[in-house]
Nanobody
Framework: QVQLVESGGGLVQAGGSLRLSCAIS????????MGWFRQAPGKEREFVAS???????????EYEDSVKGRFTIFRNNAKTTMYLQMNSLKIEDTAAYYC??????????????WGQGTQVTVSS
């Protein structure tokens, strides 16, 4: 059974940085395309970033327009943990962030495994 566990959320001032981690157990990142989604209170879950692997070292990241140039999705060499590096954080980035694994893409129904979420709060 694949399990995903996020960590790294917290409270940060606008302009600051956070790195979210998503550890996978019961599988390896090589077997799945991965994604990050977020959900703010009263809003629907939205796509943040995804990555599609095509080989041992080749991958194709995609980003939601509002995070391009500020967020980076990547994994460790052991293929056990995926990361979301978030720089130049804005108040509107405040949300619960979820990592996911599956076929991939920008839609949440492209993923079958989900973590429990980690809260990111950006203050002014």
């Amino acid at each position: 059974q694949v399990q995903l566990v996020e960590s790294g959320g917290g409270l940060v001032q606008a302009g600051g940085s956070l790195r979210l981690s998503c550890a996978i157990s019961g599988g390896t990142l090589s077997n799945y395309n991965m994604g990050w989604f977020r959900q703010a209170p009263g809003k629907e879950r939205e796509f943040v970033a995804s990555v599609r692997w095509t080989g041992s070292s080749t991958y194709y990241p995609e980003y939601e327009d509002s995070v391009k140039g500020r967020f980076t999705i990547f994994r460790n060499n052991a293929k056990t943990t995926m990361y979301l590096q978030m720089n130049s954080l804005k108040i509107e980035d405040t949300a619960a962030y979820y990592c996911s694994a599956g076929l991939g893409g920008r839609r949440s129904d492209g993923y079958i495994y989900w973590g429990q979420g980690t809260q990111v709060t950006v203050s002014s």
